[in-house]
């Protein structure tokens, strides 16, 4: 007599949750987490985008390349730096290095610890090159191609 073994499906191992708590769980992403591409498309539509950026790097990392606009507030130096340089009624959204950094989401705490309002801008700036947005540097704004596995190549939005 064989014993037939149930074969599951790895990605149904675990149930998905009720509609109620994925969109609980969904709205709550969402109010921590913006995407480069709605940054760039905040910042490039002109006048007050309602936030500031907040490049946490440090400065050599700065040096290489910064959102334009953003302002340079390394997550170390926010105790002693927030107050003077940025404003409680705006909220914030902070970026890193990328994917591979958690320095966004330690300044952000920094700053939620604060009383800042802040959401953390999710691919930091290496998402921001590689989907092709201008950045600067000390010698003035460079722009690459996109990076067709992270950004639309010949349109203007991903459409998602």
């Not at 600067?136 to 722009?143: F, S």
């Amino acid at each position: 007599m064989s014993v037939s073994a149930t074969v599951v499906n790895p990605v149904l191992r675990v149930a998905p949750a009720s509609p109620a708590e994925a969109a609980a769980h969904f709205a709550a992403s969402l109010a921590f987490h913006a995407d480069v591409s709605d940054v760039a498309a905040a910042l490039a539509a002109g006048g007050d985008p309602g936030f500031v950026a907040v490049d946490s790097r440090s400065t050599e990392s700065w040096d290489q390349g910064r959102i334009p606009g953003a302002l340079h507030l390394p997550t170390a130096l926010i105790p002693e730096q927030a107050a003077e340089l940025l404003d409680r009624s705006v909220p914030v959204v902070t970026y890193c290095w990328g994917p591979g950094c958690n320095g966004a989401t330690r300044s952000a705490l920094a700053l939620a610890q604060l009383g800042y309002q802040v959401k953390e801008m999710l691919g930091g700036f290496e998402y921001w090159v590689r989907e092709g947005f201008a950045f600067e540097t000390w010698e003035g704004q460079e722009r690459r191609a996109p990076d067709a596995l992270t950004a639309p190549v010949d349109a203007t939005d991903c459409g998602c």
